[in-house]
């Protein structure tokens, strides 16, 4: 089973058998924010690792795309998104699995998605199995389309 992980408060999780693929969205969590009464959206570790224990002993390889600060986004926003991909990886790592980390420019590419909307990874990932259009019908699971193909790296 090969697993792909698109980091990100809404990201996914693609696990690819030869079989089957199935998706999950990345589980999140809510926490109190600092000295606030507002809360921020975090990644759910222990959630992540119950999708992936299951397939512990299946797992051949995890690829974990690489995430970056975005200059139009503010600090938290751009703290949350590393801090979302470095949970992944060290969830992985804790498993005793050693992720591959993959840069976006790298997996675009393979798929002519450099310079591309966001949504054309789903259009293309339902070109290649269009039998997922149930669980990619929606503009919002583009996440768990890039998942898949990142997983397919």
């Given at each position: 089973m090969?697993?792909?992980?698109?980091?990100g408060?809404h990201?996914?999780?693609?696990?690819?058998?030869d079989?089957?693929?199935i998706?999950?969205?990345?589980?999140?969590?809510?926490i109190?924010?600092a000295?606030?009464?507002k809360?921020k959206?975090?990644?759910?570790?222990?959630?992540?690792?119950?999708?992936?224990?299951?397939y512990?002993?299946?797992?051949?390889s995890?690829?974990?795309?690489?995430?970056g600060?975005?200059?139009?986004?503010?600090?938290?926003?751009?703290?949350?998104?590393?801090?979302?991909m470095?949970s992944?990886?060290?969830?992985?790592?804790?498993?005793?699995?050693?992720?591959?980390?993959?840069?976006p420019?790298?997996?675009?590419?393979?798929?002519g998605l450099?310079?591309?909307?966001?949504?054309?990874?789903?259009?293309?990932?339902?070109?290649?199995?269009p039998?997922?259009?149930?669980?990619?019908?929606?503009?919002?699971?583009?996440?768990?389309?890039?998942?898949?193909?990142?997983?397919?790296?």
């Amino acid at each position: 089973m090969k697993v792909g992980i698109d980091p990100g408060i809404h990201g996914a999780i693609a696990l690819i058998t030869d079989l089957e693929i199935i998706f999950h969205d990345m589980p999140t969590m809510s926490i109190p924010w600092a000295k606030t009464s507002k809360y921020k959206t975090m990644i759910d570790v222990n959630g992540l690792y119950n999708i992936l224990a299951p397939y512990e002993d299946e797992i051949e390889s995890v690829n974990i795309e690489i995430v970056g600060v975005r200059p139009n986004q503010g600090a938290l926003s751009n703290s949350v998104l590393v801090a979302a991909m470095y949970s992944a990886m060290n969830t992985v790592k804790l498993m005793g699995i050693e992720p591959n980390m993959i840069q976006p420019a790298k997996w675009k590419r393979k798929y002519g998605l450099i310079n591309m909307p966001k949504d054309m990874s789903r259009l293309v990932v339902l070109k290649m199995y269009p039998g997922l259009e149930p669980q990619l019908k929606r503009k919002k699971d583009v996440d768990r389309a890039e998942a898949l193909l990142i997983g397919g790296f």
